[in-house]
């Protein structure tokens, strides 16, 4: 998969799409991963969110229908997916800092966020370490929000995660541990995190049994490609490995993404903050 002309694609896709419904789907197929990942690839690549993006774009145009072709406001507000002219305006006046309206006197400032284009840069030289591993089925016992891929607030990773991360431990780390499913708290074993198909869940290894108010989750057999990052966790760290992932080693490792399986984040048990800690993201792939 050439990502560049993927993401190159993503922008050219969007900007054809502005005043139409635009699938996720779509846009991630064409750099070649998941929803989940593209998300997190593109807010790091671009530093926003997909969705804010495309907000901006709208907006951007929305100004130059109002300004320069004299499109009624409640036509504009239709045309960039609004349901009413007072949201509309309120999201406006957010972007622009002035009111539809006052967009069309003589005069007035506007700001203009124009459509992206994506170049390769080169960056200094970090080795990433990764590993293969083949891997049966196995399931994960955890929780899962059941997204839509196609929903704008479903691009933006951490509202997703977030909740989920805290549920889990707010409600099930003392629980799996008293239950005797585990020998020490949730947080001193391996936690799993995935998407695929629209749900995302995050649990840890199935141990046979299922809490109330949790699900079973089967990960398939699969080959994978285990990358071992060090140090922090969450923004921006993930993205930008995501996104190394993608740019750097898929190009040239000779493997395609596999998209029977999820790929999953490891964060092994102990403190996240100790020098030595490392997670890892596990990508499943074909080989040719």
Same mark, same amino acid.
């Given at each position: 998969?050439?990502?560049?002309? @993927?993401?190159?694609?993503?922008? #050219? ?15 991630? @197929?064409?750099?070649?991963? %998941? ?6 690839? !593109?807010? !790091?690549?671009? #530093?926003?969110?997909? %969705? +804010? ?23 504009? =507000? ?9 949201? !509309? =305006? ?11 309206? $006052?967009?069309?006197?003589? #005069? ?14 080169? $960056? ?11 891997? +049966? ?9 059941? &997204? ?16 989920? *991360? ?7 780390? %003392? ?11 949730? *947080? $001193? ?15 840890? +290894? ?15 057999? =699969?080959? *994978? =490609?285990?990358?071992?990052?060090? &140090?922090? /966790? ?12 993608? /740019? ?5 490792? @000779?493997?395609?993404?596999?998209? %029977? ?17 490392? *997670? ?9």
């Amino acid at each position: 998969m050439d990502w560049l002309k @993927g993401m190159n694609d993503v922008a #050219g896709y969007i900007e054809s799409h502005l005043n139409q419904r635009l699938s996720y789907r779509i846009m991630a @197929g064409m750099v070649g991963c %998941s929803v989940y990942e593209f998300s997190r690839i !593109f807010s !790091f690549m671009t #530093g926003m969110p997909v %969705s +804010e993006y495309i907000r901006r774009r709208r907006l951007s145009q929305a100004a130059l229908d109002l300004q320069q072709r004299q499109v009624k406001v409640i036509d504009a =507000a239709l045309r960039y997916g609004y349901d009413s002219p007072t949201a !509309f =305006a309120r999201a406006f006046r957010e972007l622009h800092g002035v009111t539809p309206s $006052q967009a069309r006197r003589p #005069g007035v400032i506007l700001k203009t966020y124009p459509p992206l284009s994506f170049q390769l840069t080169i $960056q200094g030289v970090s080795p990433m370490e990764f590993r293969m591993e083949h891997t +049966e089925e196995f399931k994960i016992v955890g929780l899962v929000d059941r &997204g839509n891929p196609d929903c704008q607030d479903y691009m933006d990773s951490e509202p997703v995660l977030g909740p989920l *991360w805290r549920r889990f431990m707010e409600e099930y780390d %003392s629980r799996l541990y008293e239950e005797g499913l585990y020998t020490s708290p949730f *947080w $001193q074993v391996a936690a799993y995190s995935y998407e695929l198909d629209g749900k995302t869940a995050i649990g840890a +290894e199935y141990k046979g049994k299922c809490p109330q108010g949790m699900e079973l989750c089967t990960v398939p057999a =699969a080959q *994978w =490609a285990v990358f071992s990052f060090p &140090g922090p /966790t969450g923004n921006p760290h993930v993205p930008r490995a995501y996104a190394r992932i993608l /740019t750097e080693w898929f190009p040239k490792s @000779g493997c395609h993404r596999d998209e %029977s399986a999820p790929n999953l984040e490891v964060f092994p048990g102990g403190d996240i903050n100790a020098p030595d800690y490392r *997670w890892e993201i596990w990508m499943p792939v074909k080989m040719g």
